[in-house]
């Protein structure tokens, strides 16, 4: 297991924003999380570029984080009503937040999956006669119900916090059609109240093109769905698609344009096959993020790191559809670029767990265990413009907590295939306590 050094040891605690003594007529917490091997704060400002506080401690006090830093300090705020979570030698870290998602939706595609990982590409599935993509979705989720659109992602929705994820970032779009779309946000908001995982809504209308052409299509958008989509408050971002196929770089400036008119911020899924142009638009209108950007070039990561625009990437949907060009992280990081790692889960890429986006990140685009903890935290939490509220362990930040059953946090990137996560708070909350099912084994 790999510890900071005996003088480290001694900076890091000295800098962790606790009162060694409380005054007396401090409230107890609420709860305090003891027991843990490293508090990792997710601060990049920390000496070591992350925080990790050895044997450190967190105090909750209603929904926000009171206290964190050496366990002597934070045990002054436990009071007879303090609940008290062990973290058995684990460590604690920020609840994970998935930037981008696509969780409603009803059906799967796996067979377009495995026709993929049995030689074909795209052409070859036009050539073979097979509807994928968008439209297959299209075909099972035009007109569905909300609540049968909820029932269908709710089941995700439990998973992903059950692997940590406390915040997820969701997308309308399957169903190509102002009722589908209103009707995907709507079913995320249901998800959201039942199981108090954090939803932030994206609006996509422009996921697809439509078979008979855009221009009306693009035209009731922006006449009816984006301002109806603010009016109900169902989104924060409203996200175009720009690629050869899809929608084009004016396109897209027309509707983030409307978009921005009754508030939205702007998202693009963009150059991830061919580079289109999308990254510049998105640096003009500075956006909050580009998303996928397999194929950015050097001037592209320039102009959006000087537009403060993040860059989302997901390497495990670049490996669930044998992306002939990966993302390599290394030129990101590099380009001093706000780097932020999600799921993409979709139809077509069920993948839910942000710890082993963690994992191909390191294996498969050159992250560092570091970088990649950051990209599913308080960097994520940039590119969805929730920074100041989650993403980071830090006193007045929401308490959204995750206790993870290893002993250093590099372990989340190593131990592909597993869920490290014991212990889930949400908002001050446990959600979910796996330790209940595993009593723990004395050593
Ligand atoms: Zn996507």
Redesign the pocket.
Known sequence: MSRVRHGEKKVLARETPVQDKPPTDTPPADLVILGARQVVLCDPGKPDGIGVVEGGAVAVRGELIAAVGPAFAIMALIGAQTRIVDARGGIVAPGLVDC???LIFEGDRSSEYFHRTQGLDDEGLVAAGLVWGVPASRAINAGLPVERLAEAALRRARSMLALGTTTIET?SGYGLDHDSDLASLEAARLVEEVTGVEIVGTYLGAHARPRDGAARYLDQMIADTIPAVAERGLAEFCDVYVDPDVFTVEECRRVLAAAADVGLAAKL?TDARVNVGGARLAAEMKAASV??GNMLSDDDLRALADAGTSVAF?PG?DWAVGHPRPVNARRFACSGINVALAT?L?PVCWHLSQQMSMGFACRLSGMSPEEALLGVTLNAAKAIRRDARIGSITPGKQADLVVFDVPDFRQLAFRFGSNAAAVVIKKGRVLVDATRLNPRDEQ
Request: proline residues 0%.
């Open positions: 981008h998602t696509h997308k899924h998303d996928h997901f949907f993409d979709c």
